[in-house]
């Protein structure tokens, strides 16, 4: 009943930006931290930026002052400025999001995930 569409994903040459985008939607009764995933080639997938219910941010080392993440509760939207790209930036770069779900009288908190959308980062 839940689902995450990202979009914002592409070709970029080293030093441009993108901005990615993810839209929760569905039978949601709260949206908990969001956060963005990314994984390269032959790489494990690795936690680049999450974002709590307060606002409250945290980083991966190497895109700290490069990357910010942010979210629009009004709209169940997070979001992944990525400024000063370099090529070891591309990735499949993947939205989450911790989601409590109501049925019924029973409450439930799950983790869902985006598609995933494709940033390629050339020289």
């Known amino acids: 009943q839940v689902q995450l569409v990202e979009s914002g994903g592409g070709l970029v040459q080293v030093g441009g930006s993108l901005r990615l985008s993810c839209a929760a939607s569905?039978?949601?009764?709260?949206?908990?931290?969001m956060g963005w995933y990314r994984q390269a080639p032959g790489k494990q997938r690795e936690m680049v930026a999450v974002i709590t219910s307060r606002g409250i941010t945290t980083y991966t080392d190497s895109v700290k002052g490069r990357f910010t993440i942010s979210r629009d509760n009004a709209k169940n939207t997070v979001y992944l400025q990525m400024n000063s790209l370099k090529p070891e930036d591309t990735a499949v770069y993947y939205c989450?999001?911790?989601?409590?779900?109501?049925?019924?009288?029973?409450?439930?908190?799950?983790?869902?995930w985006g598609q995933g959308t494709q940033v390629t980062v050339s020289s």
């Open positions: 989450t999001a911790r989601i409590t779900v109501e049925r019924a009288f029973v409450i439930v908190e799950n983790d869902y």
């Open positions: 569905g039978s949601i009764f709260s949206i908990n931290t």
